[in-house]
Each structure stands twice: as C-alpha cells, then as structure tokens.
C-alpha cells in the first residue's frame, strides 16, 4: 500500500511505535497471556500502567505538588460543565476564540454569570483578540489554548490577574505550561496523546470544595481524584495507548523537543502556503497554530480546490479537506507527524503549482 500522511485534525496521528506496542498489548498485556482489552481496571498489571501513567504526565509538563492528573471519560466537552460545576462560584471570564470556545461558554452559562471578556466572532476567529480586561472577581479565566477549527494558538500562557482554565485538547504536550497559571487543564486525548474516548485532567486539589452547590458524584472532580480516576471503569486500553505515547515523548527529549519539532514543521508548511502563488493562509500570522494549520486556494484559483484535494489525495495525503467553517484545508501536524510527512505535503503543493 502507497504510505499515507495522517493530517486528520482528529482522532489523529499517533507515533507508529505507540501504535505498535498497543497491538501487542491487544494480544499479550505486560505478559498476562491476556489481551489489554480483557483485563480488570483492578489488576496490579494495569494499575502499574496508570500509575506510570500519572508520573509521566507530572514529570513531562512539570506539574507542581498540589495538582492531580485525571484520565476520566466524555471528552473535552464533558469537562464544558463539569469545570464551572466544580471551580465556579458566581461569576467566570471566558475568552471566545471559536467554536469549542463558545460552546463551553455556553454550558457555563448553567451555572452564574459569564463575562465575554473578548472575542474573535466578528472576523470568524481569524485572530486571538488581545487588549481585553479581565473583571479582578471573576473565579477564572477560560481559554481555549488552540482552536483546532480555525487554526489560532495561544502560543504562551496569559498573564492575567485571575487563575485560569484551559481547554489544551489539541495542543496539550505541545509546549511548555506554566502549570500554576491554571486551577484546571483539560482535553480530549484523540488529538495528541491516545484513542478517542479518554479525557484528561489536571486540577488544582485546594480549588475544589468551594462552591455551594451539590456536584452529583460522577461530575465532581474530588471522586475521581479520591479513586485515583478508578471510580468507574476508565478506558483501559486507551490509557495504555496514552502511557506508551507519554513514553515516546520523554524518549524524544520531553515538551521542549515537541515545541521545537512543532515550530519546524509549521514554519516550512507556512512558508509554502505564503510562497505558492495558488494558496494563502487564513488567520493572522501572530496567531498561526502550529498544530492545525489552515489555508486556502487564492481567489483567483478557487476553482482548483476539489483538483488539489484529489491530487494530493493520490500522493497519499489523507484528512487536508478544511472544517466547513473555514473551508479549503487544514493539515494538523500535531506532535506525532514526521517532518517527512510534512515535506510530502509541500512538495504536492509545489507539484500542483508547476501544473497549474
Ligand atoms: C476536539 C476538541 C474538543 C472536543 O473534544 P471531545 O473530546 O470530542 O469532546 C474540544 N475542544 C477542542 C479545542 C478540541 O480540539
């Protein structure tokens, strides 16, 4: 079969070894002669696994002590209600840079007041907006550190005067975070770490408790970090997947080597959405994420679009095809994409060019 580049914007690319040492444990998990599709959450086999788990994802982003690390399920935008359900006592801050954004405002919303304290709607979140002020007794700021739809990033922590809650599904392990900026970091796993299915958590354990409402048990962080995200069943497999990823990336030189690697590949792409006289990029060039870069076809070519995607679909890229948001492309190159497959993609892009 002709090698596929994986630029799905997720479920997405994981490393090939992750993948392979999952298929291995799908047959034989840490030497059981059991499949990982067929082991107890109770055994002292995969309790090893999240524990290993835990300690990696502290040691990789730093996490200072008075923080825990959740694998829970329901995805990013369980976690849309169950962070105001649990950190939010009247009033929050939330900035709107797109679509996951507004939709955890909206779920906010349930819970007290919402202040917009900024947003990027009026130019289809094309840019991170800046310049906005942030009311001193609100209980957080809410951010969504990279919109995976239109293709913005935050490339650095805020600096604000209230702590934060981020919603790192799509660049989380991406770059290094000023962990004590934030009482609540959360994702879906499927866009840098595991399979669709598992959600991670980092809390701030002194900022729960504090609200006065009642919080049902499966939605208030302290049963899970009581339980050590064993309350219920966890996604056992896709924790697994997550601990090999957390593995790998240690192996390559941790979240710096990512954020290097990340800035390499974005840089190249860029280049040759800026340089090819057929396509242009679509958001600010401040605010270009380096996971979910965006372009598309100039005006004067807009005809060619459903060519390009044709024609790079034959060379063997896969999931280039823009959000309907946006339209025209998006090529997520978050931390498991080689630079080769980078390259791939450009000189489709070029190859294009020369027919055209
Ligand atoms: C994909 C994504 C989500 C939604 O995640 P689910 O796990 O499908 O709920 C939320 N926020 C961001 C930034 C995303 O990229």
Redesign the pocket.
């Known amino acids: 079969m002709m090698k596929k580049h994986n630029f799905y914007?997720?479920p997405s690319i994981l490393p090939q070894e992750v993948i392979a040492a999952t298929a291995d444990a799908v047959k034989n998990f840490s030497n059981t002669g059991l499949s990982v599709l067929e082991v107890s959450h109770r055994s002292k086999e995969f309790q090893a696994v999240v524990d290993e788990a835990v300690v990696l994802f502290k040691e990789l982003l730093q996490i200072p002590e008075g923080y825990s690390v959740l694998f829970l399920g329901?995805?990013?935008?369980?976690q849309?209600c169950m962070a105001p359900y649990n950190l939010m006592k009247g009033k929050t801050a939330y900035l709107n840079t797109?679509a996951?954004a507004t939709?955890?405002i909206k779920e906010a919303k349930f819970f007290g007041e919402v202040v917009e304290v900024a947003s990027s709607k009026d130019k289809n979140f094309t840019y991170i907006p800046t310049g906005y002020t942030v009311p001193s007794d609100v209980d957080y700021l809410h951010v969504?550190t990279?919109?995976?739809?239109y293709g913005t990033e935050l490339h650095q922590d805020l600096d604000v005067n209230v702590p934060m809650v981020a919603?790192?599904?799509?660049d989380i392990f991406s770059r290094p975070i000023d962990i004590k900026k934030y009482v609540c970091i959360y994702?879906?796993?499927?866009?840098n770490l595991a399979p669709?299915g598992l959600?991670f958590v980092i809390i701030k354990d002194d900022a729960l408790g504090q609200v006065d409402r009642a919080i049902p048990t499966m939605l208030d962080y302290r049963t899970h970090i009581k339980k050590g995200s064993m309350f219920n069943t966890p996604p056992v497999m896709n924790i697994f997947t997550a601990l090999e990823t957390l593995r790998w990336i240690k192996k390559i030189g941790g979240v710096a080597e990512m954020q290097r690697r990340a800035k390499e590949k974005a840089a190249l792409l860029y280049a040759e959405v800026d340089r090819n006289k057929l396509f242009k990029g679509t958001v600010e060039k401040k605010d270009r994420s380096y996971m979910n870069i965006c372009f598309v076809m100039e005006e004067k070519y807009a005809a060619l679009e459903n060519a390009f995607l044709e024609f790079a679909s034959l060379k063997g890229m896969v999931g280039i095809k823009g959000h309907r948001s946006v339209g025209g492309f998006r090529a997520s190159c978050y931390n498991a994409m080689p630079l080769e497959s980078v390259k791939a993609l450009i000189e489709c892009m070029k190859a294009f060019e020369a027919k055209n």
């Open positions: 914007a997720g329901g995805g990013a935008s369980s849309f797109g996951w939709k955890a969504t990279n919109n995976t739809i919603d790192m599904s799509s994702g879906g796993a499927q866009k669709a959600t």
